[in-house]
């Protein structure tokens, strides 16, 4: 027996409201470039609308003139999706606050993550979005799902209840230390003074 091995998202549909509501909110409020459409090739009365949420993989939305917006909660029963989160940039989330009361669209507020900083609100079918800003830049060759995962067996070595910046460092210096040689016959910690 061997894996189906994946090699990451290619791509999420969801089902939305009328066309022009998916493109107002998808990209008009989220900013992904609306970069496809076609008829549902499943569904002839539904549309599919294809948005870049930044990473060169795909948002999808199924579209339908007869649905309307529903801010009402998406279920969230086991086997539901929860939410989505989207990764913004430590500018952009600073500015997320503003740019969203200034549209009047309600949310948490920010959220300490102790690895990134979030905030929560829903799209138009009342599905849960959450923007996301990492509170590190993974080192060179590594990916954040490295430092993630070094990170939290420090956590869980340390007995801490969860991953703070604290264990984000010494992560990324840990990766550093295994990833990059160095001349130097001792990589300790010293004091130049």
Aim: glycine share 8%; with cysteine; charged share 30%.
């Amino acid at each position: 027996m061997r894996k189906l091995q994946t090699q990451g998202v290619h791509h999420i549909t969801l089902t939305g409201a009328d066309r022009q509501t998916s493109i107002d909110f998808w990209e008009g409020v989220l900013g992904m470039p609306f970069i496809f459409d076609q008829p549902n090739l499943d569904d002839p009365d539904e549309g599919h609308l294809y948005f870049d949420p930044g990473d060169g993989r795909l948002i999808t939305v199924f579209t339908n003139e007869s649905r309307t917006p529903d801010r009402r909660r998406t279920p969230t029963e086991p086997g539901c999706v929860h939410h989505l989160a989207f990764n913004v940039s430590k500018a952009t989330f600073s500015q997320a606050v503003k740019r969203l009361d200034e549209r009047g669209i309600n949310h948490s507020g920010p959220k300490d993550r102790g690895f990134m900083d979030s905030i929560y609100f829903t799209d138009p079918m009342g599905l849960l979005i959450e923007l996301a800003c990492y509170r590190f830049e993974p080192p060179e060759g590594c990916r954040h799902a490295d430092v993630m995962i070094e990170a939290h067996r420090l956590r869980v070595a340390r007995g801490d209840y969860n991953i703070a910046e604290e264990h984000l460092a010494d992560a990324i210096e840990a990766l550093v230390a295994r990833r990059q040689d160095s001349l130097s016959d001792q990589r300790d910690p010293r004091d130049p003074y």
